[in-house]
C-alpha cells in the first residue's frame, strides 16, 4: 500500500542544472499536483494534472514544466534550476468524482532540494 | 481570489491542555475547508474536512473544527493536547476547480 511516492528525497544542484522529481501513485487517482513548501508560505500549487494528458499551470509555475503520460506518474522538471527553487517539493494525489474543489489529497513524504 | 489566513505562526500549549488553531478564508461561495497536520520529515495528513451540513466536524486523533459561515472562520481544536501532537498544522481551501489554497501554517509545540 505504496500510496505516494516521491524520488528522490534528496538533491543538491548547481544552478542551471536540470533535474526531474519523480511522483508515482497507485491508488488509480486522476488528479495529481505539485506543490512547493518555504518557511512562512505554506504551500504553494506549481502544476496540476487532471488525467493522463492534461496539465495546467497553479500559483508559482515559472521554472518548472510537467507532463502526464499515465494515471500513474506525474514527474516535475526543472530546466535550469535557481538559487529561489531551493525548497522542499510535494506530490499530491486525489480521487476525482467529489464535489467539484473538495479534493482530499494524499501527499507523498517530500523531496528536499538544495540549489547552489 | 481564494485565501486563507492562519494568524498564529507559532503556538506553545502545556500537555494536557485545551487547543485553539485559528483559521479565516476568503471564499465567495460554500467553501471547502481542510485542516492538514506535518509531522517533522513527512508529507501531510488529513485531519478532517468540511463539505457541507454539520457545522462542526470531527476528525481524527481527537481534533474537531467548526465552520463559522458569518465569521468565514474553520478554526481547530483538541480538548486535551498530547505531546504527540506537536506539528505543523495547515488550513486549506477548495478553490471550487481543482486548486487547493493553504494558509501558511501553524507550528504546535507542547511542553511537558
Known amino acids: 500500500n505504496a500510496g505516494v511516492t516521491q524520488t528522490p528525497k534528496f538533491q543538491v544542484l548547481k544552478t542551471g542544472q536540470s533535474m526531474t522529481l519523480q511522483c508515482a501513485q497507485d491508488?488509480?487517482?486522476?488528479?495529481m499536483s505539485w506543490y512547493r513548501q518555504d518557511p512562512g508560505m505554506g504551500l504553494r500549487l506549481i502544476h496540476y494534472?487532471?488525467?493522463?494528458?492534461?496539465?495546467d499551470q497553479g500559483e508559482v509555475p515559472n521554472g518548472y514544466n510537467v507532463s502526464r503520460s499515465t494515471t500513474e506518474d506525474f514527474p516535475l522538471r526543472l530546466l535550469s534550476a535557481a538559487p529561489s527553487q531551493t525548497s522542499v517539493y510535494f506530490c499530491?494525489?486525489?480521487?476525482?468524482?467529489?464535489?467539484?474543489?473538495?479534493?482530499?489529497?494524499?501527499f507523498g513524504a517530500g523531496s528536499r532540494l538544495t540549489v547552489l | 481570489a481564494q485565501s486563507v489566513t492562519q494568524p498564529d505562526i507559532h503556538i506553545t500549549v502545556s500537555e494536557g491542555a485545551s487547543l485553539e488553531l485559528r483559521c479565516n478564508y476568503s471564499?465567495?461561495?460554500?467553501?471547502?475547508l481542510f485542516w492538514y497536520v506535518q509531522s517533522p520529515g513527512q508529507g501531510l495528513q488529513l485531519l478532517l474536512k468540511y463539505f457541507s451540513g454539520d457545522t462542526l466536524v470531527q476528525g481524527i486523533k481527537g481534533f474537531e473544527a467548526e465552520f463559522k459561515r458569518s465569521q468565514s472562520s474553520f478554526n481547530l481544536r483538541k480538548p486535551s493536547v498530547h505531546w504527540s501532537d506537536a506539528a505543523e498544522y495547515f488550513c486549506a481551501v477548495g478553490d471550487g476547480g481543482f486548486k487547493t489554497i493553504f494558509g501558511a501554517g501553524t507550528r504546535l509545540f507542547v511542553k511537558a
Open positions: 499530491a494525489s486525489s480521487a476525482l468524482g467529489q464535489p467539484s474543489g473538495a479534493n482530499v489529497l494524499t
Open positions: 494534472s487532471v488525467g493522463a494528458g492534461i496539465t
Open positions: 491508488m488509480n487517482h486522476e488528479y
Open positions: 471564499y465567495g461561495a460554500t467553501p471547502y
